[in-house]
C-alpha cells in the first residue's frame, strides 16, 4: 500500500481524537489531566466544523458542541473536522483551532505576561538606564530605548517558544492516553457504547468512563 493511501484510510483517527476531546471535556466539565501534567482546562469553544463525505454542519457559537445541532450531525454520522479549542493551565489561557485530520494547530492565541504588560513610558525606561550607567558615560536616548525594546522583544520571543512548546506536550499526552485507549479492547466494549450515548444526549456517567480511562491507562503504563 502506497503511503498516501495509508495516509487516506488513517485521517478518521484525527476525528475520533477531536471527538474523544470534545466528550471529555464535556463529562468532565472542562478539566482534562495528564500523568504528566496533572489536570488541563480544556474547552471547545467559537466554533465547530463536522461531516461526512459532502455532507458537513458548522456551529459557530461560545459552546458550540453544547447544542443539539452538534450532537444532531454526529447521529448523522458526522464526525469533527476541527473545532476552536481553549486550554487552561498554569494560570494561562491559550486558544487554537485543531484542524483534526492533519492534526494541526492553526490560529494559535498565547496569552503571554509579557504581552500583557503595560508599557512604560520610553522616557522613563530611558531614564532608568541612563541612572544605571551614570558614571560610566551616557548613550544617546534613542540608542538606549532600542535596546530596550529588543531586550523586550527577545524575552516575549523566548516566552512564546516556551509556551508553544507546552501547548505541543500537552496535546502530544492526551493524543498518547487516547490511543492508548482507542487500541485497546475497552475501546469497543465500554467507551464506544457511552460515544454512542453522548451522541444520543443522554446523561454519561462520568465516573464509569473515569474508572475505565483509569484502569487501561495505569495497565498500559505498567506494560
Known amino acids: 500500500m502506497q503511503l498516501v493511501d495509508r495516509i487516506e484510510k488513517r485521517r478518521f ?5 477531536l471527538l474523544w476531546l470534545w466528550f471529555e471535556s464535556e463529562i468532565f466539565d472542562a478539566t482534562l489531566a495528564t500523568r504528566e501534567h496533572g489536570e488541563i482546562g480544556l474547552w471547545l469553544e467559537s466554533r465547530l466544523l463536522l461531516s461526512q463525505q459532502k455532507e458537513s454542519t458548522r456551529i459557530v457559537a461560545p459552546s458550540p458542541g ?12 458526522q ?17 487554537l483551532t485543531l484542524n483534526a485530520e492533519r492534526l494541526a494547530i492553526t490560529g494559535l492565541r498565547l496569552a503571554t505576561a509579557l504581552d500583557q504588560e503595560e508599557e512604560a513610558e520610553p522616557v522613563d525606561l530611558v531614564a532608568e538606564l541612563q541612572g544605571k550607567t551614570r558614571g560610566r558615560g551616557k548613550k544617546p536616548a534613542a540608542e538606549a530605548q532600542a535596546e530596550l525594546e529588543a531586550e523586550h522583544d527577545a524575552e516575549v520571543f523566548y516566552e512564546r517558544m516556551r509556551l508553544t512548546t507546552e501547548i505541543e506536550e500537552i496535546l502530544v499526552a492526551l493524543y498518547r492516553d487516547f490511543l492508548t485507549l482507542r487500541l485497546h479492547n475497552a475501546w469497543a466494549q465500554q467507551i464506544m457504547p457511552l460515544l454512542r450515548g453522548f451522541a444520543a444526549g443522554d446523561q454519561i456517567d462520568a465516573e464509569a468512563y473515569a474508572a475505565v480511562r483509569r484502569k487501561v491507562l495505569r495497565s498500559a503504563k505498567q506494560a
Open 13 to 17: 483517527v484525527g476525528r475520533e481524537f
Open 66 to 77: 453544547l447544542g443539539i445541532e452538534a450532537k444532531a450531525a454526529l447521529r448523522r454520522g
Open 79 to 95: 464526525l469533527p473536522q476541527s473545532a476552536g479549542i481553549r486550554i487552561f493551565y498554569k494560570e494561562a489561557e491559550t486558544r
